[in-house]
């Protein structure tokens, strides 16, 4: 009898490891990860025949290559103030940064000829790095300040030159504390150099259905709010902190409403 109950245990040990947060956690968090990478090694090809190279009309493969994977996550995705996204020409859109799966929000909005600055160590991530790489992403160094501001400079001219639009993370770093870190400056040293405006976009926090510390991943709702947009002819480097003020507090406005929204029709979270 003992062995007999031993041996269901044995077999109920697996079950029980995949009912249990932590493993679906790990599970989706490999999953999400592998699934990227796959679908950059289809579309790294489609890049390369489009056209030709790095290109920032490479964005337009990925959006469309990536918009299928919130419903694989259970995740919804709600969107409110498209209008403000109706400007012509290039702006710098600035928005707050929770994790990887900001990209899921990101490709949701993404406007055509648009595309980001990431850390530099985002290149080195295989597939995912390659197809970064080919759709225009400007990476940077975070550790050396003076080189991220003259490739940033430089990213200025060709937003004008090239009609290309930007999507920075002013807080410079993943953050998940229910809050929005203060901004860094780059963004707004952008949008002055280039004259261009700028659209906050603000996610809904994440804590009500993902907790990286806590290994929770369940399917939720993000809700989106695009902002009107600030804009800064006539503004020269003077008027950066205040600007980066400015947006910083209408940004953390929409973050603390949007994500207590967001928690009441998530429901709390099961431990
Ligand atoms: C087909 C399927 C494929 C599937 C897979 C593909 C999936 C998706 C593909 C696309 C998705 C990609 C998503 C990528 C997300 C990645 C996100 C990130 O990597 S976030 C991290 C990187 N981002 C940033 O760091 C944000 C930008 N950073 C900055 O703007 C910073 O300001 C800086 C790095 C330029 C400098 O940082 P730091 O020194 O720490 O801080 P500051 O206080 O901001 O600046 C110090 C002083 O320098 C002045 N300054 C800053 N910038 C400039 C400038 N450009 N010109 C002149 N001066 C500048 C600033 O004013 C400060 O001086 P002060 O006197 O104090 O004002
Ligand atoms: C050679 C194998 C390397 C494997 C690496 C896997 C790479 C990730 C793969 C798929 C995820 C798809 C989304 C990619 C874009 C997300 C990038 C991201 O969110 O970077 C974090 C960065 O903003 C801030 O990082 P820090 O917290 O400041 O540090």
């Excluded at 790095?129 to 200025?156: E, H, P, Q, Y």
């Excluded at 600007?243 to 979270?269: C, W, Y």
Aim: glycine share 6%.
């Amino acid at each position: 009898m003992d062995v007999a109950w031993m041996l269901l245990l044995l077999l109920l040990f697996p079950l029980l490891m995949w009912t249990s947060s932590t493993f679906v956690f790990y599970f989706k968090k490999f999953f999400y990860v592998a699934w990227m990478m796959f679908l950059a090694i289809l579309g790294i090809p489609i890049c390369l025949l489009k056209s030709g190279g790095r290109d920032v009309e490479n964005m337009r493969i990925i959006r469309s290559m990536v918009r299928h994977v919130k419903y694989l996550f259970g995740l919804r995705i709600e969107v409110r103030g498209w209008e403000h996204l109706q400007t012509e020409g290039p702006y710098v859109i600035i928005s707050n940064h929770q994790s990887s799966l900001d990209v899921l929000g990101m490709m949701e909005i993404l406007p055509d000829r648009c595309t980001t600055i990431a850390k530099k160590e985002l290149v080195y991530a295989g597939t995912v790095g390659l197809i970064c790489w080919l759709a225009g992403i400007v990476f940077i160094n975070r550790k050396k300040t003076n080189d991220a501001k003259s490739v940033m400079a430089d990213a200025a001219k060709t937003m004008l030159d090239e009609q290309v639009r930007l999507w920075v993370f002013p807080e410079g770093t993943r953050n998940q504390n229910g809050d929005l870190l203060p901004f860094k400056k780059g963004a707004f040293h952008l949008a002055v150099q280039a004259q261009v405006p700028i659209i906050p976009v603000v996610f809904s926090s994440y804590n009500s259905f993902y907790l990286r510390k806590e290994k929770q991943f369940n399917s939720g709702v993000i809700r989106l709010r695009i902002l009107p947009k600030i804009e800064t002819k006539g503004l020269t480097s003077d008027d950066v902190s205040c600007l980066s003020d400015q947006s910083h507090s209408l940004m953390r406005t929409a973050f603390l409403e949007i994500s207590d929204s967001v928690a009441k029709s998530n429901g709390p979270l099961k431990h």
